[in-house]
């Protein structure tokens, strides 16, 4: 067959849109806001070549209007994990040699389905499941997910292009093989685009899949797996098994053909995945790649020369944005006493502005949190804060209803106890805390900072000074995976800043980057000797 020396579509961030009252976006995101509340929909588990459908059914609700029924999506048990790593092995020696542009081209197809056909369609549906606002579906679901698809066929070419060198005589090459085995991705319900990613990079360098999908995403994830199907990705090469966690991980961590996992979620989780693979290691084939990305405790630090606006603004958005149900949200903030005031004021004006409530309404900034667990979790906190005698107090928000929808008021909480435990413990929820230092006690807080969590996820210095930004960058250089310099933690881009973070918050291996596709590749290099030597004899061994 013809070959050649292909060049992949120099991949650009997909812009994003605003959906501003008048525009084209706008109206149709509301009309597939529409068309999803008004009917229930079946979601199956996508197993090989087929749609299995289950007895045992669980509702898909929207987190701002739990009483609403979207659908249904069947779950499974251990004999469907089973039937998902047959079905994977299956498929594993053909999708292995398919030629790598052909690979390429299923996911650059997914790509433009997203960013054309499907993107009102997977935004709504994000918007319904998720209850994220219309800007934060629009930057997920689509751009996010868009970014992750191109940017990773470029990435993937880039490792190919990686070859050794080669001496007279001899031709060295590097292959990239796909892990043998197959690849388990456990992906978390806040970002449609992780949801999406954790799944496909494994899959674009040769691998073959077993999703599951967080249910309280599985809304968003079953549009995902119509566009990968449109794409024309075969049988097989991604399963979608909607199972309890540990009766999935009961099945895939005792096989032996377990060769990785993808994950974003709790670290506890991670550690009890870490442990369990670690038992079993004399079962696998191979040693398994571990990859993931997990909690954060992630910290706002403003100098004494800081714009109060500035850092006012990146509070506001860094802390509450989704709800703060983002690993990078901002939920801890050391704030010198010069600028408070002005920073508190700021902050109490906008408050004051932001509305809460559903997602079909395009003015609200603030929706629900995803489940009543999460609520329960959140508001126990916020009641302790109430009881804390002194250490600390609320004093934005700190109201909550649970009656029609999962909502709680931005808050931000103001303690003397830089030990406050809210300072030290992910809460994934809109709440900030917030903890004022002397300015003189600049550098002390940077030791603080570095210390109170066990996290290294994100992390924002805001300073005019120059010298204080240094240090800062310096001093914090392992606190942080992301480091942001007068700008809110969160929103890492796709080739932009790839996200990952260290300690507590992962392996940190970069989605977003070619690291990550690194961690799926199990390199062989093949050595050609063009012409075979046809005599033991060394030269040192002639006479003298």
Request: hydrophobic fraction near 40%; aromatic fraction near 12%; proline fraction near 6%.
């Given at each position: 067959?013809?070959?050649?020396?292909?060049?992949?579509?120099?991949?650009?961030?997909?812009?994003?849109?605003?959906?501003?009252?008048?525009?084209?976006?706008?109206?149709?995101?509301?009309?597939?806001?529409?068309?999803?509340?008004?009917?229930?929909?079946?979601?199956?588990?996508?197993?090989?070549?087929?749609?299995?459908?289950?007895?045992?059914?669980?509702?898909?609700?929207?987190?701002?209007?739990?009483?609403?029924?979207?659908?249904?999506?069947?779950?499974?048990?251990?004999?469907?994990?089973?039937?998902?790593?047959?079905?994977?092995?299956?498929?594993?020696?053909?999708?292995?040699?398919?030629?790598?542009?052909?690979?390429?081209?299923?996911?650059?197809?997914?790509?433009?389905?997203?960013?054309?056909?499907?993107?009102?369609?997977?935004?709504?549906?994000?918007?319904?499941?998720?209850?994220?606002?219309?800007?934060?579906?629009?930057?997920?679901?689509?751009?996010?997910?868009?970014?992750?698809?191109?940017?990773?066929?470029?990435?993937?070419?880039?490792?190919?292009?990686?070859?050794?060198?080669?001496?007279?005589?001899?031709?060295?090459?590097?292959?990239?093989?796909?892990?043998?085995?197959?690849?388990?991705?456990?992906?978390?319900?806040?970002?449609?685009?992780?949801?999406?990613?954790?799944?496909?990079?494994?899959?674009?360098?040769?691998?073959?899949?077993?999703?599951?999908?967080?249910?309280?995403?599985?809304?968003?994830?079953?549009?995902?797996?119509?566009?990968?199907?449109?794409?024309?990705?075969?049988?097989?090469?991604?399963?979608m098994i909607l199972v309890d966690g540990p009766v999935?991980?009961?099945?895939?961590?005792k096989h032996p053909d377990f060769a990785g996992i993808?994950?974003?979620?709790?670290?506890?989780?991670?550690?009890?995945?870490?442990?369990?693979i670690g038992e079993n290691i004399a079962v696998y084939?191979?040693?398994?790649?571990?990859?993931?990305?997990?909690?954060?405790?992630?910290?706002?630090?403003?100098?004494?020369?800081?714009?109060?606006?500035?850092?006012?603004?990146?509070?506001?958005?860094?802390?509450?944005?989704?709800?703060?149900?983002?690993?990078?949200?901002?939920?801890?903030?050391?704030?010198?006493?010069?600028?408070?005031?002005?920073?508190?004021?700021?902050?109490?004006?906008?408050?004051?502005?932001?509305?809460?409530?559903?997602?079909?309404?395009?003015?609200?900034?603030?929706?629900?949190?995803?489940?009543?667990?999460?609520?329960?979790?959140?508001?126990?906190?916020?009641?302790?804060?109430?009881?804390?005698?002194?250490?600390?107090?609320?004093?934005?928000?700190?109201?909550?209803?649970?009656?029609?929808?999962?909502?709680?008021?931005?808050?931000?909480?103001?303690?003397?106890?830089?030990?406050?435990?809210?300072?030290?413990?992910?809460?994934?929820?809109?709440?900030?805390?917030?903890?004022?230092?002397?300015?003189?006690?600049?550098?002390?807080?940077?030791?603080?900072?570095?210390?109170?969590?066990?996290?290294?996820?994100?992390?924002?210095?805001?300073?005019?000074?120059?010298?204080?930004?240094?240090?800062?960058?310096?001093?914090?250089?392992?606190?942080?995976?992301?480091?942001?310099?007068?700008?809110?933690?969160?929103?890492?881009?796709?080739?932009?800043?790839?996200?990952?973070?260290?300690?507590?918050?992962?392996?940190?291996?970069?989605?977003?980057?070619?690291?990550?596709?690194?961690?799926?590749?199990?390199?062989?290099?093949?050595?050609?000797?063009?012409?075979?030597?046809?005599?033991?004899?060394?030269?040192?061994?002639?006479?003298?």
């Open positions: 067959m013809p070959k050649g020396v292909f060049n992949v579509p120099t991949p650009i961030n997909e812009p994003v849109k605003t959906y501003a009252p008048g525009t084209t976006e706008r109206a149709s995101l509301k009309k597939a806001l529409e068309e999803a509340r008004s009917k229930e929909i079946e979601v199956p588990m996508y197993i090989g070549s087929r749609e299995v459908f289950t007895d045992t059914k669980i509702k898909i609700a929207p987190p701002h209007d739990h009483q609403h029924v979207l659908g249904y999506f069947h779950e499974g048990n251990a004999s469907h994990v089973q039937e998902a790593i047959d079905a994977a092995l299956a498929a594993q020696a053909s999708w292995a040699a398919l030629s790598w542009e052909q690979r390429a081209s299923i996911f650059l197809k997914a790509a433009e389905l997203v960013a054309g056909p499907y993107r009102a369609e997977i935004n709504a549906a994000t918007m319904l499941g998720q209850s994220k606002n219309a800007y934060q579906a629009e930057i997920d679901a689509a751009c996010e997910f868009i970014d992750f698809l191109r940017f990773n066929v470029k990435f993937m070419t880039d490792i190919y292009a990686q070859q050794p060198e080669s001496s007279p005589g001899v031709w060295n090459r590097m292959e990239y093989r796909p892990l043998e085995g197959f690849v388990f991705a456990l992906t978390p319900f806040n970002f449609t685009a992780i949801a999406g990613n954790l799944p496909a990079a494994p899959a674009l360098m040769g691998n073959v899949v077993l999703w599951k999908p967080a249910y309280t995403q599985v809304y968003a994830a079953q549009v995902l797996m119509k566009v990968f199907k449109e794409a024309g990705l075969p049988d097989g090469v991604i399963n999935a991980g009961e099945v895939i961590f993808h994950f974003t979620g709790s670290t506890k989780v991670f550690q009890t995945i870490w442990k369990t084939k191979s040693f398994p790649r571990i990859v993931g990305e997990t909690g954060g405790k992630d910290f706002v630090l403003a100098h004494p020369s800081a714009n109060a606006k500035a850092v006012a603004t990146g509070l506001i958005r860094g802390a509450f944005e989704y709800q703060g149900q983002k690993c990078s949200a901002a939920s801890r903030a050391y704030l010198p006493a010069n600028l408070w005031e002005p920073i508190r004021g700021y902050m109490q004006e906008a408050l004051a502005e932001i509305k809460m409530g559903g997602v079909e309404d395009f003015s609200n900034f603030i929706n629900a949190v995803i489940d009543e667990k999460s609520f329960d979790k959140i508001v126990f906190y916020l009641e302790k804060t109430e009881q804390s005698d002194g250490k600390a107090e609320i004093i934005m928000g700190g109201k909550y209803d649970k009656s029609k929808g999962y909502f709680i008021e931005p808050t931000v909480i103001l303690t003397t106890d830089p030990g406050y435990v809210t300072l030290c413990e992910e809460l994934f929820g809109p709440v900030l805390t917030v903890y004022i230092y002397e300015p003189d006690d600049f550098e002390q807080v940077l030791d603080i900072v570095n210390s109170t969590s066990p996290y290294a996820l994100t992390g924002a210095i805001f300073a005019q000074d120059r010298y204080a930004i240094e240090t800062a960058t310096r001093r914090l250089s392992q606190a942080a995976g992301n480091f942001y310099i007068n700008d809110k933690p969160t929103g890492a881009v796709v080739g932009q800043q790839p996200f990952g973070g260290s300690r507590a918050s992962g392996t940190n291996d970069k989605a977003g980057s070619v690291l990550n596709l690194l961690r799926w590749v199990s390199p062989r290099v093949l050595k050609e000797t063009l012409v075979s030597p046809t005599d033991y004899k060394y030269s040192f061994l002639g006479e003298p």
